[in-house]
């Protein structure tokens, strides 16, 4: 057992496929959301829309990190490594991504600013500790996987008493953005879109566990399956959601036993709590304002917090018009809705975030499903 | 960005780090997230950082029920 390519099976795939497609009823719609980036990657990259039948349909969701940052916050990146003369570290996901007037960090690295792409904030620790006399801030960015490491290398920095580090701190939730596509939250966007279930994170589950999704299946009586990142996994989900639609149960169901409990990552959990809280407000792309779906360094680690060390004016950012993106974040297009996708718009020339991270629904179908739309 | 994949630990060292292997890679991930790991597990690697443990009981459960379901079917 090695967890990957027997989650892969060609063979398990068709019977899984026939199943599907024997229990959807052929006389309704199935529209069911994909939350993470990481499942839309699966399923372009394994072809899995091809195996099921054409009423289910696929939505991909706002679980993609840089795809949900906003503009300005790519802004802030990018004055942080030019303005102030630190190193700025980053995942290499945030590279590319589009800010204002079609600046990035890229391109801001490209005009002499030292901006370096880490594997792991351990990485940008490391760097901070090598260069005392440089400052050094991490950007932090991810959902609920991403953000116990920068709590761990928070804790680390305040025990070693680093006067150099810091964090800009992005991290996001995964609840409240389902909620504001839901419609939950009064000044977010929510989706205009009918949706039938959910195929639930995979590895944000392993960290917070199942429970928060049962406010899903109570209060909005949407069917949660969460499901691991393996073409078999999504598809395992998919017909699970199929039979909960059919005998009109809305219920969290969990396919990804092998990774996620019921109670989650406590560890992960504890430190989160300890070095992070609640935002008041956070603004993504796609979803808008949205309440207390983000975190803030608490105070006793604002030696740390990057957002109180080098406090930015930045001029209004500016959306590029053109690009759908916060559209396709609401599962309310398609990549091929999108007037600049494939041209200009590509992964090597990217002018929406969308079409950035490998788990962007543009990129993942440039990648992968255009070879399908040119064969219909 | 949440991708992470499955590695085994194959080395565990002092510093809380622990050495993992996936397909002949060998690289250096933290266990500061996880209790209860040893060499041999397979853990899901994130940023490097091992998330979770994973259960092989339980993943032969899921690939039993993909099995079952075509028989079902």
Same mark, same amino acid.
């Given at each position: 057992m090695k967890y990957i390519e027997e989650f892969r099976d060609p063979e398990l795939a068709k019977i899984l496929a026939s199943a599907i497609t024997a229990e959807a009823d052929p006389n309704r719609l199935y529209k069911f959301m994909e939350f993470c980036g990481?499942?839309?990657?699966?399923?372009?990259? !394994?072809? &899995?829309? /091809?195996? *099921?039948?054409?009423?289910?349909?696929?939505?991909?969701?706002?679980?993609?990190?840089?795809?949900?940052?906003?503009?300005?916050?790519?802004?802030?990146?990018?004055?942080?490594?030019?303005?102030?003369?630190?190193?700025?570290?980053?995942?290499?996901?945030?590279?590319?991504?589009?800010?204002?007037?079609?600046?990035?960090?890229?391109?801001?690295?490209?005009?002499?600013?030292?901006?370096?792409?880490? !594997?792991? &904030?351990? /990485?940008? *620790?490391?760097i901070a500790e090598a260069n005392p006399d440089r400052e050094v801030v991490f950007f932090g960015i991810g959902f609920e996987t991403t953000t116990p490491p920068t709590a761990v290398a928070l804790k680390l920095a305040a025990k070693k008493g680093l006067k150099n580090f810091s964090v800009h701190c992005n991290h996001v939730l995964t609840p409240a953005a389902m909620r504001a596509i839901l419609g939950g939250h009064e000044n977010g966007k929510a989706a205009n879109v009918v949706l039938d279930g959910f195929v639930g994170p995979a590895h944000v589950s392993a960290v917070i566990g199942t429970k928060p999704y049962h406010e899903f299946t109570r209060d909005y009586a949407k069917p949660v399956v969460i499901a691991g990142f393996e073409p078999l996994d999504v598809m395992q989900s998919v017909l699970q959601l199929v039979r909960q639609v059919n005998e009109g149960r809305a219920e969290v169901e969990n396919e990804y036993t092998r990774a996620v409990t019921p109670e989650g990552n406590k560890k992960a959990q504890a430190l989160t709590e300890e070095v992070f809280e609640l935002r008041d407000m956070f603004e993504w792309r796609g979803l808008g304002s949205v309440p207390n779906s983000a975190l803030q360094i608490r105070p006793h680690l604002s030696a740390y917090d990057a957002e109180k060390r080098f406090p930015l004016d930045l001029p209004t950012p500016t959306e590029n018009k053109a690009c759908a993106c916060g559209e396709i974040l609401r599962g309310e297009k398609s990549p091929t809705d999108c007037k600049i996708y494939g041209n200009p718009c590509t992964p090597e020339n990217p002018l929406g975030a969308c079409m950035v991270s490998s788990e962007g629904a543009c990129a993942a179908h440039w990648t992968y499903g255009r070879f399908r739309d040119a064969a219909e | 960005m949440c991708l992470a994949i499955p590695a085994k630990i194959i080395g565990l060292r002092d510093d809380g780090l622990a050495n993992v292997e996936l397909e002949g890679v060998i690289k250096e991930v933290s266990l500061d997230l996880v209790d209860g790991v040893g060499i041999g597990d397979y853990v899901i690697v994130h940023v490097g950082y091992a998330l979770a443990r994973l259960d092989p009981e339980e993943a032969e459960r899921t690939l039993k029920l993909f099995a079952e379901t075509g028989q079902a079917a």
């Open positions: 990481g499942h839309t990657h699966a399923i372009a990259r !394994y072809g &899995v829309e /091809d195996l *099921l039948p054409n009423n289910i349909e696929m939505i991909h969701g706002p679980g993609c990190p840089v795809c949900v940052l906003p503009v300005g916050r790519v802004d802030t990146a990018v004055a942080l490594a030019t303005q102030n003369d630190v190193i700025l570290c980053t995942y290499a996901d945030l590279m590319r991504v589009p800010g204002s007037k079609f600046d990035s960090l890229i391109k801001a690295r490209a005009r002499g600013a030292d901006i370096r792409m880490v !594997y792991s &904030v351990t /990485d940008a *620790l490391n | -």
